[in-house]
Structures are given as structure tokens and as C-alpha cells.
């Protein structure tokens, strides 16, 4: 082409300026290389154990005793997903715990901590101080595992009971914090007079004016509990002994060592064919596909809400 | 009588209020204080009691500090301690230094679209149980099918069994906690780093100053305040440790536990395992004591130095 360097300005005034630029507000091509490395190999390396283990959940069960976990099998199968479809009543039943526990859960905490934090946030509450070291209090100290589960078991008596699985992650005094940092700074006072001038009881006050307005709060700690009541096992490996209650972590656990766990609740441990068939289970695949199927909603779901959990630490990280 | 009458007015005109914080306060009730109460265990001969928890208790056999004086008279008082502050003590500085560096290097990445893909990439541990990871765990370190032995036998080198090794678990358990915490945390610095005013930056520039120095002098300031917050909320909780990490991870190895025991599994394994309800109430006991006084030393330090910076 001969007309090109028409067009372009000569090289080296381009480089000059390009170069300025550069220096102050942005990295050097160098050093941008070098970062785009640093964090896109960490990256990759957080999200590979999920992508290797849905490789193998995929690897057909011989290939895989011969030849180990590998990234690239030999020979693909789906028989691991088939089996547990087929046999595995106890996580149909395991996600129905789970799904049970994370609805009613996050509601439950919802109401709970909204009402006390908005009730921290109204300096005409006498005893909003005294109420307030009551939440923040459980924060610094605390009595430990043994007595709490002692409170649990011999006078509450949710032991084997789907409470034993709720109650627990139900309240937390920083969730309280943030959402009460929430009230503060996204709730006008001015808004809450005007709705006591026009003569509403505070509860009235609450739900028509205040909730609406405190929704991003709602959500991320909506979502923070939701987050923890579906990877929640620790209640259910101390309070819960029922297979019927299992949730799905404290499933994975227990299939850990051996696959009978998920066969408990199939009815086809009665029949010689289902013995058959259980016998000849796809074990070691069947487990990471079980572990797949437990995390899959939640790493679909997660890149549309990282931004609250976000939100959430940065306000509760702010002080009154 | 007086107070009396003004008290009861009080109550009736904070009414809606107290209703409001009653379902929270009886969970702190029945969730915190009547277990901090129950610490008295420590104390006691713990004996179950048909008649619940308070007969338990009263039927119990006072003890003073026998239950202590056991509990330290064993080695795995020394363990548990040195491995719980150690293993945290770590996890605090690298934490804090890897996560302050990924956030200043997803700050600076030209492509901003790249940087939010590797962020929400590195998010992800943050979303998975220590169930779910330790599987991906041992689907690296399993003796006989792993990748790692997989790869290490490919260069020669004999299958180690990573599950009866204890060498290696100090490592492992580092990069593991890492490996999960860097996403959130350094995401969290990201969202400071992001919030600093841009006319800082413009003004150094036109004073001359290149990238380090602009890192060095406002990057990092301007970050101080929420690293010497989440340090010093770390170190208040440095008694403390993850319980699926040093549980779930190793998979309950015994032969593990000299360098993954730490005082939350002792008090598991003393409650659930073993029955010393007494000896694991007080350690337990032990835990939350002493890390009451550091949160509260640490605040008073930080309080000193910078009263604004202090947690209370």
C-alpha cells in the first residue's frame, strides 16, 4: 500500500504521546500483561476443581477406576446421572429439605432481623441502647458449642426436628448491624414523620413506608441467608440423625465413605433386580454428580448476585 | 412508686418497638445467653437428667476447675491452641496480602471487561460449602485416583498418601483458605479501591507521579482504614477457626490430627465423639474468654491510635 503512510502520523510523535498517556493514568502494555496473568490464572484455577469434577461426574465408571480422576477420560458416560435418577429418592427428598429450610429460613431471618434492626434505627425507642448491646454483645462473646447444643437439645428439644435446621442460622447481630446501617442512611427521617403525622402506628409506618425503600438491604441480607441455610451441614451433623431430614450438604457428607446413604428412602432395596441394580451403581461417579447437582443452582445463580454480598460487607463495615 | 408508674408508661409508649424487637431478643435468649449461662457446665460433673437441661444442671456434681486442670494438663491443650493461632495468625497476613494485591491489580487492569470476568471467576469459592470442597480436595489428593499423584507419577515420583501425611497439611490447609477467601475479600478492597475519588489520582498526575507512586501513596491510604477494620475483626476472632476447613478437608483423619486439630474440632469431638462434655464445655469456655479479651485489647490499641478506626 502505497498511500498508507499518508494517513498515519509519523512514528515517533505517535509513540511520544501514546507513551504520556500511558504512564499516568493507565499500566504499561508490560505490566497490564503481568496483571491480566496474575488474576486470570487465579481465576481459572478458583473455577477448575468445579469444572474437573464435572468432568468426572461425566467419566465413565470403569475408565475411571483404571485410569484415575482425569481432565480428559477416555470414555464418557452419563450412567452416573441415570443411576441417581433412577434410585435416588434420598435427594429428591434431600432437595426438598434443602429447598424447605432455605424458603422458610431466609423469610423467617428476614422478618425477625428487619423488625429489630428498624427498631435500633428509631432514636425515639427508649431502649434502642440497651437492646442494641443485647444484639452486639453475642458478637464478642459467647458461649460455646457444648452449652448452646445442651440449650438445644434438652430444652428446646429440636433435636431430629427440621427447627434444629432453621432456628439456628436464624438471627445474627451482623446481619442486625447492616441492615440497621441500612434504616439509617437509606430512610429519610422526614419520611417516617409524615407518615406519623398522617396518624399510622408504627408497624404501619414499618410496612407501607419504610420496607419499600429498604429493599436493597432486604436483598443482600435475603440473599446472605439464603447463602447460608443451602450450604448449611454443621446443624444437621449435630442435631440431625432422621434420613428423612437430611439436607443436601450433610448428604454429601455422608456419602462420603459409602453410596448406601442415598438408597434408604429407594424402594428398591426390596426386590432382587433393585439389589441388582444397586449393586452394579456407578459409585464413585454417582458422587460427583450428586456434588454437581447440589452446587449447580448456585453457581448458575451467583454472577447475577455477587454485587450484594459485596454491598453488604462494605456497609456493615461502615459505623454509625 | 413513682418510678414504677413512669417505667410502666415507658413500656407502654415504646410498645410497638418492644414488640417489634421480641422474636430477635428471645433468640438471643435462648441462642446466646442461656448458653453463656450454661458455661456452668464447665464447672460441673455434667450429668445428663430426663428432666432437661436446668435438672442436669442443678443435679450436677460442682467441680471447680478440675475440668481446666485436665484440659491442660493434656498435650492436645498445647496442640489445639498452637495450631488454632498459628494456622490463623497466617491465614490473617496472607489473606491480607494477597487480597489487598489481587484488588490492586483488578483496579489497574486495562480491560475492564476481562477484570470482571476473573472477578466473578474468583468469586466462586465463596459460594461452595467446605462439603463441596473437600471433594474437589480429594479428587486432587485421593492416594490411588488423584490428579495430583496422577502428575507427580508422570515426572517419576512415587504416590504419596496425602490423607496420613501430616508434612504437607500446613500447606495445604493455607492454600485452601486462600484459595476460597481471596475472591470475596479482595472483591471487597476492589469496591474501596473503586469508591476513591478520582481527582486524588488526576492531581498526582499532574504533579508527575507514575503508577507505583500513585499505588503507593492513594491506593493504599485510602484502603487503610477498611484493611485495619477486617485485620482487626480477624485478629478478635483469631481463637476461632473455620470448622469445615480443618474438618471436612482432611476428611476427619486421625492420623491428621496433630497439625488439623484446633480448638472448634476438639470441643466437636469432645461433645459428639468422645462424651467429655465437661472438658470440651471448658475449652470451649477457654476459647471464647480469651478471645473476648483480644477483641476487646485490639480495639483498645486501635482506639488509641486512631479513635475513628476503632470497632466501639
Same mark, same amino acid.
Given at each position: 500500500?502505497?498511500?498508507?503512510?499518508?494517513?498515519?502520523?509519523?512514528?515517533?510523535?505517535?509513540?511520544?504521546?501514546?507513551?504520556?498517556?500511558?504512564?499516568?493514568?493507565?499500566?504499561?502494555?508490560?505490566?497490564?500483561?503481568?496483571?491480566?496473568?496474575?488474576?486470570?490464572?487465579?481465576?481459572?484455577?478458583?473455577?477448575?476443581?468445579?469444572?474437573?469434577?464435572?468432568?468426572?461426574?461425566?467419566?465413565?465408571?470403569?475408565?475411571?477406576?483404571?485410569?484415575?480422576?482425569?481432565?480428559?477420560?477416555?470414555?464418557?458416560?452419563?450412567?452416573?446421572?441415570?443411576?441417581? /435418577?433412577?434410585?435416588?429418592?434420598? *435427594? &429428591?427428598?434431600?432437595? #426438598?429439605?434443602?429447598? %424447605?429450610?432455605? @424458603?422458610?429460613?431466609? =423469610? +423467617?431471618?428476614?422478618?425477625?432481623?428487619?423488625?429489630?434492626?428498624?427498631?435500633?434505627?428509631?432514636?425515639?425507642?427508649?431502649?434502642?441502647?440497651?437492646?442494641? /448491646?443485647?444484639?452486639?454483645?453475642? *458478637? &464478642?462473646?459467647?458461649? #460455646?458449642?457444648?452449652? %448452646?447444643?445442651? @440449650?438445644?437439645?434438652? =430444652? +428446646?428439644?429440636?433435636?431430629?426436628?427440621?427447627?434444629?435446621?432453621?432456628?439456628?442460622?436464624?438471627?445474627?447481630?451482623?446481619?442486625?448491624?447492616?441492615?440497621?446501617?441500612?434504616?439509617?442512611?437509606?430512610?429519610?427521617?422526614?419520611?417516617?414523620?409524615?407518615?406519623?403525622?398522617?396518624?399510622?402506628?408504627?408497624?404501619?409506618?414499618?410496612?407501607?413506608?419504610?420496607?419499600?425503600?429498604?429493599?436493597?438491604?432486604?436483598?443482600?441480607?435475603?440473599?446472605?441467608?439464603?447463602?447460608?441455610?443451602?450450604?448449611?451441614?454443621?446443624?444437621?451433623?449435630?442435631?440431625?440423625?432422621?434420613?428423612?431430614?437430611?439436607?443436601?450438604?450433610?448428604?454429601?457428607?455422608?456419602?462420603?465413605?459409602?453410596?448406601?446413604?442415598?438408597?434408604?428412602?429407594?424402594?428398591?432395596?426390596?426386590?432382587?433386580?433393585?439389589?441388582?441394580?444397586?449393586?452394579?451403581?456407578?459409585?464413585?461417579?454417582?458422587?460427583?454428580?450428586?456434588?454437581?447437582?447440589?452446587?449447580?443452582?448456585?453457581?448458575?445463580?451467583?454472577?447475577?448476585?455477587?454485587?450484594?454480598?459485596?454491598?453488604?460487607?462494605?456497609?456493615?463495615?461502615?459505623?454509625? | 412508686?413513682?418510678?414504677?408508674?413512669?417505667?410502666?408508661?415507658?413500656?407502654?409508649?415504646?410498645?410497638?418497638?418492644?414488640?417489634?424487637?421480641?422474636?430477635?431478643?428471645?433468640?438471643?435468649?435462648?441462642?446466646?445467653?442461656?448458653?453463656?449461662?450454661?458455661?456452668?457446665?464447665?464447672?460441673?460433673?455434667?450429668?445428663?437428667?430426663?428432666?432437661?437441661?436446668?435438672?442436669?444442671?442443678?443435679?450436677?456434681?460442682?467441680?471447680?476447675?478440675?475440668?481446666?486442670?485436665?484440659?491442660?494438663?493434656?498435650?492436645?491443650?498445647?496442640?489445639?491452641?498452637?495450631?488454632?493461632?498459628?494456622?490463623?495468625?497466617?491465614?490473617?497476613?496472607?489473606?491480607?496480602?494477597?487480597?489487598?494485591?489481587?484488588?490492586?491489580?483488578?483496579?489497574?487492569?486495562?480491560?475492564?471487561?476481562?477484570?470482571?470476568?476473573?472477578?466473578?471467576?474468583?468469586?466462586?469459592?465463596?459460594?461452595?460449602?467446605?462439603?463441596?470442597?473437600?471433594?474437589?480436595?480429594?479428587?486432587?489428593?485421593?492416594?490411588?485416583?488423584?490428579?495430583?499423584?496422577?502428575?507427580?507419577?508422570?515426572?517419576?515420583?512415587?504416590?504419596?498418601?496425602?490423607?496420613?501425611?501430616?508434612?504437607?497439611?500446613?500447606?495445604?490447609?493455607?492454600?485452601?483458605?486462600?484459595?476460597?477467601?481471596?475472591?470475596?475479600?479482595?472483591?471487597?478492597?476492589?469496591?474501596?479501591?473503586?469508591?476513591?475519588?478520582?481527582?486524588?489520582?488526576?492531581?498526582?498526575?499532574?504533579?508527575?507521579?507514575?503508577?507505583?507512586?500513585?499505588?503507593?501513596?492513594?491506593?493504599?491510604?485510602?484502603?487503610?482504614?477498611?484493611?485495619?477494620?477486617?485485620?482487626?475483626?480477624?485478629?478478635?476472632?483469631?481463637?476461632?477457626?473455620?470448622?469445615?476447613?480443618?474438618?471436612?478437608?482432611?476428611?476427619?483423619?486421625?492420623?491428621?490430627?496433630?497439625?488439623?486439630?484446633?480448638?472448634?474440632?476438639?470441643?466437636?469431638?469432645?461433645?459428639?465423639?468422645?462424651?467429655?462434655?465437661?472438658?470440651?464445655?471448658?475449652?470451649?469456655?477457654?476459647?471464647?474468654?480469651?478471645?473476648?479479651?483480644?477483641?476487646?485489647?485490639?480495639?483498645?490499641?486501635?482506639?488509641?491510635?486512631?479513635?475513628?478506626?476503632?470497632?466501639?
Amino acid at each position: 500500500m502505497d498511500n498508507q503512510p499518508v494517513y498515519t502520523s509519523p512514528p515517533g510523535i505517535q509513540q511520544t504521546r501514546k507513551r504520556k498517556s500511558r504512564d499516568f493514568s493507565q499500566l504499561s502494555p508490560f505490566w497490564n500483561v503481568i496483571a491480566n496473568l496474575i488474576a486470570g490464572v487465579f481465576s481459572i484455577l478458583c473455577v477448575f476443581p468445579f469444572v474437573f469434577v464435572l468432568i468426572l461426574s461425566f467419566t465413565d465408571e470403569d475408565t475411571l477406576a483404571m485410569n484415575g480422576y482425569r481432565i480428559f477420560p477416555e470414555k464418557w458416560s452419563i450412567d452416573a446421572y441415570s443411576y441417581i /435418577f433412577n434410585v435416588g429418592n434420598q *435427594l &429428591l427428598r434431600s432437595y #426438598g429439605v434443602t429447598l %424447605f429450610i432455605t @424458603v422458610v429460613g431466609t =423469610l +423467617l431471618s428476614l422478618v425477625i432481623i428487619s423488625l429489630y434492626a428498624y427498631a435500633l434505627s428509631r432514636k425515639s425507642f427508649k431502649y434502642r441502647g440497651f437492646f442494641s /448491646f443485647i444484639a452486639f454483645f453475642t *458478637l &464478642l462473646f459467647n458461649g #460455646g458449642l457444648v452449652p %448452646f447444643y445442651m @440449650v438445644a437439645t434438652q =430444652l +428446646l428439644h429440636i433435636k431430629d426436628s427440621i427447627w434444629a435446621l432453621i432456628l439456628p442460622l436464624c438471627v445474627n447481630a451482623f446481619y442486625i448491624l447492616i441492615m440497621r446501617t441500612f434504616f439509617l442512611t437509606m430512610v429519610p427521617d422526614a419520611i417516617i414523620e409524615s407518615g406519623k403525622i398522617d396518624g399510622a402506628s408504627e408497624f404501619r409506618v414499618f410496612r407501607s413506608l419504610v420496607l419499600p425503600l429498604s429493599l436493597p438491604g432486604l436483598a443482600t441480607i435475603g440473599l446472605f441467608s439464603t447463602l447460608g441455610y443451602w450450604n448449611d451441614w454443621f446443624n444437621a451433623l449435630l442435631f440431625i440423625e432422621n434420613p428423612k431430614l437430611v439436607p443436601l450438604q450433610a448428604m454429601l457428607m455422608r456419602i462420603e465413605n459409602n453410596m448406601q446413604f442415598i438408597l434408604q428412602n429407594s424402594s428398591m432395596m426390596s426386590s432382587a433386580e433393585g439389589l441388582e441394580i444397586i449393586r452394579n451403581m456407578p459409585q464413585d461417579t454417582s458422587r460427583m454428580a450428586m456434588v454437581i447437582l447440589a452446587t449447580g443452582p448456585i453457581v448458575l445463580a451467583y454472577p447475577f448476585f455477587q454485587r450484594y454480598f459485596v454491598q453488604g460487607l462494605t456497609i456493615g463495615a461502615v459505623k454509625e | 412508686m413513682k418510678a414504677t408508674l413512669r417505667f410502666i408508661k415507658d413500656l407502654n409508649k415504646n410498645k410497638a418497638f418492644l414488640w417489634m424487637v421480641l422474636p430477635g431478643a428471645l433468640w438471643f435468649l435462648f441462642f446466646s445467653y442461656l448458653p453463656i449461662l450454661g458455661t456452668v457446665i464447665a464447672f460441673k460433673q455434667y450429668r445428663f437428667h430426663k428432666d432437661g437441661f436446668l435438672a442436669s444442671i442443678i443435679n450436677s456434681q460442682w467441680v471447680g476447675w478440675k475440668n481446666f486442670e485436665f484440659l491442660f494438663s493434656t498435650e492436645d491443650a498445647y496442640i489445639i491452641t498452637r495450631n488454632t493461632i498459628l494456622y490463623n495468625f497466617i491465614f490473617i497476613v496472607s489473606g491480607l496480602v494477597c487480597s489487598v494485591l489481587m484488588a490492586i491489580i483488578l483496579s489497574e487492569i486495562v480491560n475492564r471487561k476481562l477484570a470482571k470476568w476473573y472477578q466473578t471467576g474468583m468469586f466462586l469459592p465463596h459460594f461452595l460449602s467446605w462439603i463441596v470442597v473437600s471433594y474437589f480436595a480429594f479428587s486432587f489428593l485421593s492416594a490411588d485416583k488423584g490428579a495430583l499423584n496422577q502428575l507427580l507419577g508422570s515426572f517419576g515420583v512415587e504416590p504419596i498418601a496425602w490423607y496420613s501425611e501430616t508434612a504437607y497439611w500446613p500447606y495445604i490447609l493455607v492454600l485452601m483458605n486462600l484459595w476460597k477467601t481471596i475472591g470475596y475479600t479482595s472483591v471487597v478492597y476492589l469496591a474501596a479501591i473503586i469508591g476513591i475519588d478520582k481527582s486524588y489520582y488526576e492531581a498526582a498526575m499532574i504533579d508527575g507521579a507514575n503508577k507505583w507512586q500513585q499505588i503507593r501513596n492513594i491506593t493504599i491510604p485510602m484502603i487503610k482504614p477498611l484493611m485495619i477494620i477486617l485485620t482487626l475483626l480477624a485478629i478478635g476472632r483469631i481463637f476461632y477457626s473455620d470448622f469445615g476447613l480443618f474438618y471436612q478437608v482432611p476428611r476427619n483423619s486421625g492420623s491428621l490430627f496433630s497439625v488439623t486439630n484446633v480448638i472448634d474440632t476438639y470441643v466437636y469431638r469432645g461433645l459428639k465423639v468422645s462424651g467429655e462434655i465437661g472438658m470440651s464445655t471448658a475449652a470451649g469456655l477457654y476459647q471464647s474468654f480469651i478471645g473476648f479479651i483480644l477483641v476487646l485489647t485490639s480495639n483498645a490499641l486501635v482506639r488509641k491510635i486512631n479513635k475513628d478506626q476503632a470497632l466501639f
